[in-house]
């Protein structure tokens, strides 16, 4: 569902309470929309508007009291975001971290949109071990990890699913991990005999137990024997998640069965292949697998030519 249109005095007061103040440079030409949403648990919004330029000062700093890092993706348009005489220029699909406690600047450029995610201060620096710098752009690579994950979120955040809520401290673990990975990358795993055997035993644990509508990075990791953050490392040093991973072992299974049904059993629900794929929620299932191979579920002659829009992760 879409956020009206509103006005600046309207768009103001709805990102003030967890965003903060803002102005633009013409408030009264001024049109924007702002919708919350929310992300692994954590405060997001959809924010959109027609300024070309807009700043938060010192005077608003000291006003609102606002005192969190927050991830911006640039969903459309383009952006210079300027910060502590740093600034980093946003085309759509890119992301960078923003220190709401200081003054910034955004330069735009026509129909600008972005989602934001707080992250309180507090948990991203003991999650991370250090302050991050202001307006910081990071990697690409660890940006598309990042997107996939936040888009998933987005498109399962009214999701029916029963095990969706248990997965969420796990999630957000993840997109600390990438928002880590995304500033900086001291501790990367190298590609060593090692730590290809362990990461084959984890492909082997989520081969296992992926029918397992519970199975989770969390149980993952127990299993194998490691953290989930040393966990996540091995994936996004494989440009990958575990999630991904594990949700791409799943439609495989599924679309193995689908091609069988008409010869095996063509009065079979499509249901219960999802739920037999490890799936708990059908309309998940669906959409995921319409994303993956370009048609329906119930479109039952898959190409065997078809290609994965989220290929696994190759050994080295």
């Not at 936040?150 to 997109?175: K, M, T």
């Not at 989770?216 to 994936?235: D, H, T």
Request: aromatic letters at 8%; charged letters at 25%; proline letters at 5%.
């Amino acid at each position: 569902m879409s956020a009206a249109e509103l006005n600046f005095e309207q768009w103001r007061d709805a990102l003030r309470p967890d965003w903060g103040l803002y102005t633009p440079d013409n408030p009264n030409a001024f049109v924007g929309r702002v919708r919350a949403r929310s992300i692994f648990g954590l405060s997001a919004a959809d924010i959109s508007n027609n300024a070309r330029r807009c700043e938060r000062i010192h005077r608003d700093v000291r006003t609102d009291g606002v005192d969190h890092w927050y991830a911006v993706f640039q969903l459309a348009g383009s952006s210079t975001i300027s910060q502590d005489d740093r600034a980093v220029a946003l085309g759509a699909g890119d992301v960078a971290l923003v220190d709401s406690a200081r003054p910034v600047i955004y330069v735009n450029g026509a129909h600008q949109r972005w989602l934001s995610v707080q992250l309180p201060r507090r948990s991203l620096v003991a999650h991370l071990g250090f302050e991050p710098d202001s307006a910081t752009r990071g990697d690409t690579r660890v940006g598309q990890l990042l997107r996939q994950l936040v888009q998933d979120a987005l498109e399962e955040e009214n999701s029916v699913s029963l095990s969706a809520g248990s997965h969420i401290p796990y999630l957000r673990l993840a997109f600390y991990d990438l928002i880590g990975a995304l500033l900086a990358n001291p501790d990367a795993i190298a590609f060593t005999a090692s730590t290809d055997k362990l990461f084959r035993r984890v492909c082997s644990i989520i081969k296992d137990g992926f029918a397992d509508p519970d199975l989770s990075p969390g149980r993952v990791a127990a299993e194998a024997g490691i953290s989930l953050r040393y966990l996540q490392k091995l994936f996004t040093a494989r440009n990958a998640t575990c999630s991904q991973v594990i949700q791409s072992v799943r439609l495989d299974h599924a679309a193995r069965l689908l091609r069988r049904r008409p010869e095996l059993n063509p009065t079979q629900p499509i249901s219960e292949i999802a739920y037999a794929s490890g799936f708990g929620d059908y309309t998940n299932f669906a959409r995921r697998f319409r994303r993956r191979f370009g048609c329906a579920p119930g479109v039952h002659a898959i190409s065997e030519k078809a290609s994965p829009t989220t290929p696994l992760p190759t050994m080295r």
